[in-house]
């Protein structure tokens, strides 16, 4: 089973830094992906970690901790346009993906 | 443009009626999840193939919802006697999914509304 919390909504000022927190307990666990919601959209791929550590892809980092189930999504010098929901996504096994609730971001001028 | 289409995009029926939704994954993709989402919720599990086969359905899949993926291509999702509580976005998902780290690619889903 898993077991899948992060924040439900989140508030960041146009060019500040934000951290988007998810905590998990996942059976089987082999890595974490991150996605990206517009209102409206499909989930689109943001990062995948397998490894404990910090992956940087511009202007998104993603980070894990395997031993603590905790990982976070960094966004720098945000956008109008990185206003979405950020969906958290254990990865058990070779299992379909379940997705944590999300997290809602709105970032304002 | 993921390159999953669903169709239709949105679909407004009475309380009672049955509703079919059809989804083309990515054609060399091998499997094919349907998840539904409502608002302010991430995508929750119904059902998945790996080719025409169907390997695992939620709790939440009631015995009114039917997913068939015949030719291991294309699928459909199929609610009978739809109820209010049916209302959400219906979203089609398809990856590689013989090994992990497998992307999982999602189309633009179908909203439904029952009113």
């Known amino acids: 089973g898993q077991n899948i919390d992060q924040p439900t909504e989140m508030t960041a000022t146009e060019g500040a830094i934000v951290q988007i927190n998810c905590t998990y307990q996942?059976?089987?666990?082999?890595?974490l992906f991150w996605y990206q919601q517009h209102a409206g959209e499909a989930p689109t791929f943001l990062s995948y970690?397998?490894?404990?550590g910090l992956e940087e892809k511009g202007r998104f980092s993603s980070f894990l901790s395997r031993s603590k189930g905790y990982s976070y999504l960094l966004l720098k010098e945000l956008q109008m346009k990185d206003s979405a929901s950020y969906l958290c996504?254990?990865?058990?096994?070779?299992?379909?993906?379940?997705f944590g609730k999300g997290t809602r971001l709105s970032v304002i001028a | 443009d993921t390159g999953v289409s669903q169709n239709p995009r949105h679909k407004i029926t009475k309380r009672g009626q049955n509703v079919t939704f059809r989804c083309d994954p990515i054609?060399?993709?091998?499997?094919l999840y349907w998840y539904r989402q409502t608002l302010g919720q991430g995508p929750e599990f119904l059902t998945y193939?790996?080719?025409?086969?169907?390997?695992?359905k939620s709790r939440l899949l009631s015995d009114r919802f039917s997913a068939e993926r015949p030719k291991g291509s294309f699928s459909t999702l199929e609610i009978q006697r739809t109820e209010q509580g049916d209302s959400a976005m219906y979203l089609c998902?398809?990856?590689?999914?013989?090994?992990?780290?497998?992307?999982?690619?999602f189309g633009q889903g179908t909203r439904l509304t029952v009113v």
């Open positions: 998902a398809s990856s590689l999914g013989s090994t992990v780290n497998t992307e999982t690619f």
């Open positions: 970690n397998v490894l404990d």
């Open positions: 996942t059976s089987g666990f082999n890595g």
């Open positions: 054609s060399e993709h091998n499997r």
């Open positions: 996504a254990p990865e058990a096994g070779n299992t379909p993906l379940v």
């Open positions: 193939f790996q080719n025409e086969a169907q390997l695992e």
